[in-house]
């Protein structure tokens, strides 16, 4: 996995996404006016691009830290087990927080995140996610705000990667391989139960 060769076709431009951030932003301004200090919780590393322009849209005071869990290791698919790579820094018990994730997808990632984070007894979580693909979906979660809603595309791109490439690609883009039939999820479309 990883050495064939592909193409990264633009499907939304850094146009289209920093204007969409500025939205997303106001938004979140808005729906935390009453916050003293905002946490906003990075979900590495994909979510590093949109972490940095979103906060320098949101008009309050924030403080910043990250948190670190596996996800597709170097393929395409979602391992579906969840482990926390690198934890907070600070405590977020008591206070108003924002964890910011890149893509949603089958949904056992921000699921496992979020039980994570409400288990320390925040005053308030809510989540942002730039994209999701809701045709992906294995478990009913949804991020409080969406950026954009995407088919069933593996996409590269403002901080996301494809086997740790791609992440300084400036557009968001789908990933297409050259070679006829090599790129292709077919157990992505059977039903999966829970491992819990
Ligand atoms: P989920 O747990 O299946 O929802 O997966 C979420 C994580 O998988 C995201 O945080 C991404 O890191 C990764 N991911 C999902 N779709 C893509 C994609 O199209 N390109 C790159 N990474 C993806
Ligand atoms: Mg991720």
């Not at 906003?40 to 320098?56: E, N, P």
């Not at 869990?69 to 018990?93: Q, W």
């Not at 809603?149 to 690609?169: K, L, Q, S, T």
């Amino acid at each position: 996995m990883g050495d064939r060769p592909y193409v990264i076709d633009r499907m939304i431009s850094a146009k289209t996404i920093a204007a969409r951030v500025e939205e997303l932003a106001r938004e979140i301004t808005d729906a935390f006016s009453h916050t003293d200090k905002l946490v906003v919780v990075g979900l590495l590393r994909g979510s590093f691009v949109f972490i940095a322009d979103l906060v320098r849209e949101l008009e309050m005071p924030v403080e910043v830290d990250f948190i670190e869990a596996s996800s597709y290791g170097n393929s395409t698919e979602s391992s579906r087990e969840v482990r926390i790579l690198k934890d907070l820094r600070g405590e977020i018990g008591g206070r108003d927080v924002l964890l910011v994730e890149d893509i949603v997808d089958t949904g056992y990632t921000l699921a496992h995140v979020t039980g994570l984070l409400k288990s320390r007894g925040p005053e308030r979580l809510e989540t942002i996610a730039l994209l999701d693909k809701p045709s992906r979906r294995e478990i009913d979660v949804r991020a409080t705000w969406t950026g954009f809603e995407i088919p069933d595309e593996f996409v590269v791109g403002y901080g996301i990667d494809y086997a740790e490439r791609n992440r300084n690609h400036p557009h968001i883009g789908k990933v297409r391989f050259l070679e006829p039939g090599a790129f292709d999820r077919p157990k992505a479309a059977e039903p999966r139960t829970h491992p819990q």
